[in-house]
């Protein structure tokens, strides 16, 4: 069985289970800790170095990284009559997911800078 490597508040990681149950695709979920859970997660990917990114669907074979390679790969074996990326709409699919990555990570920026002036002790 496939197994998405996720956080739970993490919108990249809602993005991936949306398409994933989108196309029927049967998984497991593990609740990824940052730093806590990344030794395990290295050793089990035998990357040692470089980023890891979540999330992560892990397959017997290897890993897809990315919500939307994962989004890809849930359209290729899933079992949803309808498609996520038509031909005649992927180049602009492509350009929501860029924007959208954008957006994200403009979010994440910000709370991150917000939970740290909290950690802190000083006022948000």
Not at 27 to 41: K, S, T, W
Not at 71 to 90: C, H, M, N, Q, W
Not at 103 to 124: E, F, H, I
């Amino acid at each position: 069985m496939l197994e998405l490597v996720a956080i739970s508040y993490s919108p990249w990681s809602e993005k991936a289970r949306w398409a994933l149950d989108h196309h029927s695709v049967l998984y497991g979920e593990v609740e990824h800790l940052p730093m806590l859970g990344e030794p395990a997660l290295r050793k089990r990917l035998g990357k040692w170095r470089g980023k890891i990114s979540i999330p992560l669907l892990l397959k017997t074979d290897g890993a897809v990284h990315d919500s939307f390679e994962i989004a890809e790969y849930a359209e290729e074996i899933g079992s949803s009559p309808v498609t996520l990326f038509p031909d005649e709409k992927r180049e602009m699919i492509v350009g929501w997911s860029e924007q959208s990555e954008t957006a994200l990570a403009a979010g994440r920026a910000l709370v991150s800078t917000s939970v740290l002036q909290d950690v802190k002790g000083r006022p948000n």
